[in-house]
């Protein structure tokens, strides 16, 4: 087990070095130099060679490529070309909760919806309740989060006023004005993860429910409500957490967006405005953070994989 | 010599190929996801030919009218700059569909293309080809176009090269798992010893027997490829500003949206249906063909 640890999280920081690489050439193997959007066109060759010496553009793309790597192994990151110039580093880490907890608590909203809905699916199977369940499932998956948090804008803060329309606010400052910032974008977030997971779940159960185990222990007289939480719901999960390792993915792509329409300066809303402001630093750094949370996350669910499911070893 | 014998054996299949295509139609249309997702599609695609006829209004014709909510003159209201919604909606409906399918359509051919050379021909090619397809796999396909666009800048153009690449994955990994099962097959080894060539097996035999996980996965993906490109023009890093994308639409509306719900709900709508039928149709095809490798919806 250590053995296959040691080897996923070589593997992790490989793919880390990997990205790290493309997006440094990618950047700049693109027609257009960063250092003419930083100057903004100003037609002052000279001034431009200085800044080019400066930030060591002249010399051999290789040389950069070091000198960039080394820094970012230190965990500097650079610095925004725009306004006081502050650290990529800086603001990156403020970002970074913002995410987080706008992930962390879709995550939670989504499975207290998908668990139930998607149990009561399996057992009521062909009933119109697992109908409904199936309908508003493809519903949430064909509708666009951005669209989602509109709509509950206009519901909720426009028309209500129950709930702020933009904005965030620290856990620091209290729960309350931390969960209320959250709760609209959070559910724009989670809906399509939610569907996916109800719709897994309700698959995994009734493969479950049909196995010989389940007949045994129904036929021993169990109960039912005993027979589905503590005998078959346990074995469901298994599947359904693959699927929630690559739908984890999809709440943080989620987050990309959704940050923008509830104007929560997160790690979405960080690389979108660096790269509408065409701030190379920034969309590198941003890109850089958001690919370590997903390397490390799907590398995590590999390995809680191996907690819940003692049959799977790796060696 | 051999050629003709390989051909004569193809053309031998061709009223059997013919006939489980016919079947699996028929079942295709039992199932009422299909149809309904099968009827509002080819209404969409009608609408997009037919843009320029139906529209109403000219859709960046600018009026006094503005912000006029839904009424007789304008079915879905007006916008900021008096310009008609419906007109503008039925003009978008162009924009995502074409980005909709050709994206999926250039995904499907270069994922596949990969995918099968990988398979087929295994060493070094394998591994290059899937060390960068495990790379891209590691991350959602939109962080991928996003991660893109950031290279490429935005625009249509580069928002349609983005989507595409973005999808690449996909496609390669299901054809490289399909060849590498068709591989063991019998009739391969009948064509090899014909003396046909490894493009005439790729393309001939290879090709059609790895071709239903392969639709499955191109109906799921032009759904997402939909939702990216309504996304990326959402957040601006779409196409320009004078063609009315449904993402673009929302996100102008997006400072009116407290005083003019029309400019929030209906182009959202817009987009929900689209890509509603196309997975409808996917969910339905997938249990047609029996397909498992394709990456589920669900």
Redo the contacts between chains.
Sequence with gaps: MSRYLLKRIFGALI?MW??ATL?FF??R??P?DPLAAMLFDVGDPEAAEILRVKYGLDKPVYVQYGKWISRVLQGDLGNSIYGSRISVSRIVSEALPRTLSLAGLSFVIALSIAVPAGLISAIKRHSSLDHAVTFV???G????????G??L??VFA?NLHWLPAIGYAPLSEGFWPWFSHLILPSIAVGTAFS??VA??IR?SMLEVLSADYINVARSKGLHERRLVLVHAFPNALIPVIT?IGIAF??L??GA??VE??FAIKGLGRV??Q???NRDYPV?QGA?LV??AI??FS?LLVDVLYTVVDPRIRYD | MNDTNVSAITAGDLPVQRDTRSRWWIYLMRDKKAVVGLVILTGLIITAILANVIVPYDPNAMDFDMMESPSLRHPLGTDDLGRDLLSRLIQGTQVSLFVGFSTVSIALVIGGFLGIAAGYYGGWLDNIIMRYIDLQWAFPNFIIAVYLVAVFGAGLMNIIIAVSLAFVDDFARIARGMVLSIKQEQYIAAARTNGASDFRIMWRHILPNASAPLIVQGTVSIAYAILAEASLSFLGLGVEVDTPTWGLILSEARSFISRAWWLGVFPGVAIMITVLSVNFLGDALRDVLDVREAKDIF
Excluded: Q, T, Y
């Design positions: 793919v990997a990205v997006v990618m950047l193997a693109v257009g499932a493809f519903l998956l064909s509708m666009p989060d951005f669209w989602l509109i709509l804008i206009i426009a569907a996916i719709r897994m698959s699927v993915a999809l943080m792509a990309v967006v923008n329409v690389l979108i660096g790269i509408l969309v890109i958001v690919s997903f390397v799907n």
